[in-house]
Structures are given as C-alpha cells and as structure tokens.
C-alpha cells in the first residue's frame, strides 16, 4: 500500500469511525471496527483494499462488536475518569514527586489493561474478562515491541491533544492513524500466536532481506 493510498485510506476510516462515535455510547464499538480495519492494513489484505472494502468490513465489525466495545469503552472511560480525578485532587493538595509517580504508575496500568483489548475483540470471540487478561498478558509476553509502540502512541496522544487548539484538525486523521500504529505489532503477535510457522517464515525473510542490503 502505498503513502498516499495509505494516507486516503485511514482518512476514510477516520471518518467512518467518527460518524459512528456521534451516539457516544457506539464510540466502543466504533473503535473496535476501526481495529478490524486496521489489523488487515497491516496485513496487506485485499478486503480492505478499496474505500467500498474497508466500509464493508467496518460496518461488519461495528454490528459484531456493539456489547463488546460498550463494555470496553466503559471501562476506558471510568479508568481515564478516575485518573483525571487524581490528578485533580493531586493538584489541589500540592503535587509532589511521589504523588507524580503514583499518577504515571495508574495511567500505564490503564494503557497496559486496555492496550491490546480493542485489537483482540477485533480480531477474536473471547469473554470480556478474558480480553482484559489477554491484553495484560500480550504486553507482558511482548514487553519490547508493546513499549516501543506505546511511546510511539503517547507522542501521537500528544500531538492530537494539540491539535484540539487549532479547529480539532487532529480529529480528522490521528485517530485511524494510533489504531494503525498499535496494529501493526498486534496483528505480528497474533499472527505469532495462530500461525507460528508463519512467523518465523517472515522473520527469516526479514533477517535475509536485511543481510542482502
């Protein structure tokens, strides 16, 4: 795929993902079929080669996953709720190194819990509270790539909050942008898990490639 295909085609996911987020209560949902999406970008997969494609599998995945990504969005919500409360009541008492620390300690607990759920509901059928511990236990399992990609979100978190000054014009593409960022190491670990001998195949390919240049 390339830039500028790549580029129109999160754009229009972006947009699919907005509109479906207006109800507020499908924001969940909304996001877990922006995941079933971006998980095949990855993956190169013709499906979602065309915009026709990637509103077929969109609105699939949207229809598949309502309960699921209400719970998800739910807990996202109380546990960013709850942070941005501590933080309130840290501020207000007086910040401090320790009180700091705790806080940073509490939104990477958030981010470690919820990191890898939206991919896993999009990609698989599991309990809720099966998803939550499968995403616990794929950041533990896959500490290195999963820390990486997390720096690499909280700069794009960053750069979105920003946005939000000058006419919300990050909204336009950074959302579709962040899910495809976290697909990329999610859909190689899936991929590891179901289909091992296909992993180590690319990781060869990859070492080959890399010795050849």
Same mark, same amino acid.
């Given at each position: 795929?390339?830039?500028? =295909?790549? &580029?129109?085609?999160?754009?229009?996911?972006?947009? +699919?993902?907005?509109?479906?987020?207006?109800?507020?209560?499908?924001?969940?949902?909304?996001?877990?079929?922006?995941?079933?999406?971006?998980?095949?970008?990855?993956?190169?997969?013709?499906? $979602?080669?065309?915009?026709? !494609?990637?509103?077929?599998?969109?609105?699939?995945?949207?229809?598949?996953? +309502?309960?699921?990504?209400?719970?998800?969005? $739910?807990?996202?919500?109380? !546990?960013?709720?709850?942070?941005?409360?501590?933080?309130?009541?840290?501020?207000?008492?007086?910040?401090?190194?320790?009180?700091?620390?705790?806080? %940073?300690?509490?939104?990477? %607990?958030? &981010?470690?819990?919820? &990191? *890898?759920?939206?991919?896993?509901?999009?990609? *698989?059928?599991?309990?809720?509270?099966?998803?939550?511990?499968?995403?616990?236990?794929?950041?533990?399992? *896959?500490?290195?790539?999963?820390?990486?990609?997390?720096?690499?979100?909280?700069?794009?978190? $960053?750069?979105?909050?920003?946005?939000? =000054?000058? *006419?919300?014009?990050?909204?336009?593409?950074?959302?579709?942008?962040?899910?495809?960022?976290?697909?990329?190491?999610?859909?190689?670990?899936?991929?590891?898990?179901?289909?091992?001998?296909?992993?180590?195949?690319?990781?060869?390919?990859?070492?080959?490639?890399?010795?050849?240049?």
């Amino acid at each position: 795929m390339d830039l500028i =295909k790549k &580029f129109l085609s999160l754009l229009w996911l972006n947009i +699919l993902w907005l509109v479906c987020c207006i109800p507020v209560i499908t924001a969940g949902a909304s996001t877990c079929a922006a995941f079933a999406v971006t998980l095949r970008f990855a993956d190169e997969d013709e499906e $979602v080669s065309t915009f026709r !494609g990637i509103a077929g599998r969109f609105f699939k995945a949207f229809r598949q996953d +309502l309960l699921q990504g209400f719970l998800l969005e $739910v807990v996202t919500l109380a !546990g960013l709720a709850l942070g941005v409360f501590l933080s309130y009541l840290a501020w207000d008492s007086g910040l401090s190194l320790v009180k700091i620390a705790l806080l %940073v300690v509490y939104f990477l %607990v958030v &981010f470690v819990v919820l &990191f *890898y759920a939206y991919p896993l509901v999009a990609r *698989y059928t599991n309990s809720f509270v099966n998803t939550l511990r499968n995403s616990v236990a794929l950041f533990a399992q *896959y500490p290195n790539k999963s820390i990486k990609t997390l720096g690499v979100v909280l700069v794009e978190l $960053v750069v979105l909050a920003v946005s939000f =000054k000058i *006419y919300f014009t990050g909204l336009i593409i950074l959302p579709s942008v962040i899910f495809y960022t976290i697909s990329r190491p999610a859909k190689d670990i899936f991929v590891r898990m179901e289909n091992p001998a296909r992993a180590e195949s690319e990781e060869l390919s990859e070492e080959n490639t890399e010795e050849t240049d």
